[in-house]
């Protein structure tokens, strides 16, 4: 279908205020100018506190005082170079309303300062430390879930691959699960929806300045991992974005998880770009995804 008239209003603005290409920037501009463009949430719940998983930060977001909640732990997107807990708090706060469980959201390391695996590492250690602290957080250890958008979908993706601890759920929004950038789409949607193929290109080669890993590593992108190990992975939800360079790899996926015998729902929305899930506040169907992603992972944490 036609872009979204709500997303087309968005790029317009966007477009209007004449930001640089990614690609031309430093990593430290782009933090910033996506730091400048994060509103605060108005969103409230019974607890959100800032603390140490296991010397990576993070922050924690409880619906309820209960003391039996299940737990989503979160990576948030950015290519591995941009985001934050900060510019991912309304989303990780919504989905924490809307699930009825705790949201644990992790502030990994970024490249270029520290690369690939520095990221990957520190998700797997906040993963294992909430598991071990669980009475701690008022969570049940045999309830937990990842999640995550863009490249904060391809750390949930490996993660569930690597399978630190056991998991219920991963949900996967506009995972990054081929560094290649070899689909169609990255021709189709290379430039002209805010996220674009050279962006994609500059972030990839930020993960990877470190020398260690490959494009084709499957905890780089784990459409490369094994029949084996994605049949031993969660059951997973993989959403797409029609106007995203992302979005083949990330039905690829969901369809080599559904090959493995995973049980896996996807859902492509229609007229959508790279990053809908976070602009809740500007288009109706970035609502609706995270209402869809919530009502997934609580039938997953609630069993």
């Not at 730091?35 to 309820?64: K, N």
């Not at 958008?149 to 991963?170: C, E, F, I, K, T």
């Not at 790899?249 to 049980?263: F, H, I, K, S, T």
């Amino acid at each position: 279908m036609a872009l979204h008239p709500q997303v087309a209003v968005l790029l317009e603005g966007l477009a209007a205020l004449n930001i640089p290409a990614l690609e031309t920037q430093s990593p430290g501009d782009a933090r910033a100018g996506m730091a400048a463009m994060t509103v605060p949430s108005t969103v409230e719940l019974h607890e959100i506190r800032d603390l140490d998983a296991g010397g990576v930060p993070a922050r924690l977001y409880r619906p309820s005082a209960s003391t039996r909640l299940g737990l989503l732990v979160y990576y948030h997107g950015g290519g591995w170079v941009l985001g934050s807990i900060d510019t991912h708090d309304d989303v990780c706060r919504k989905l924490a309303r809307a699930t009825g469980h705790a949201v644990l959201s992790v502030d990994y390391r970024l490249a270029p300062e520290y690369p690939f695996p520095a990221p990957l590492e520190d998700s797997v250690n906040a993963l294992r430390w909430a598991h071990v602290n669980a009475a701690g957080l008022g969570v049940d250890p045999n309830r937990i879930a990842v999640g995550g958008d863009s490249a904060g979908g391809n750390l949930a993706a490996v993660v569930a691959n690597l399978a630190p601890v056991p998991l219920r759920y991963q949900m996967l929004i506009y995972p990054v699960t081929d560094a290649t950038r070899s689909s169609q789409s990255y021709v189709e949607n290379a430039e002209g929806y805010r996220l674009t193929a050279a962006g994609m290109k500059w972030f990839c080669d930020h993960y990877l300045s470190g020398g260690v890993g490959s494009e084709t590593d499957p905890r780089v992108s784990p459409l490369f991992a094994t029949e084996h190990v994605l049949a031993d992975a969660p059951p997973a939800l993989v959403i797409t974005a029609e106007y995203d360079p992302l979005r083949d790899e990330g039905e690829n996926y969901a369809q080599r998880l559904m090959e493995a015998g995973v049980p896996c729902a996807l859902a492509r929305y229609s007229g959508m770009i790279h990053g809908f899930f976070s602009m809740s506040e500007m288009v109706d169907d970035g609502m609706k995804a995270i209402e869809h992603a919530a009502s997934l992972v609580k039938s997953a944490l609630d069993a």
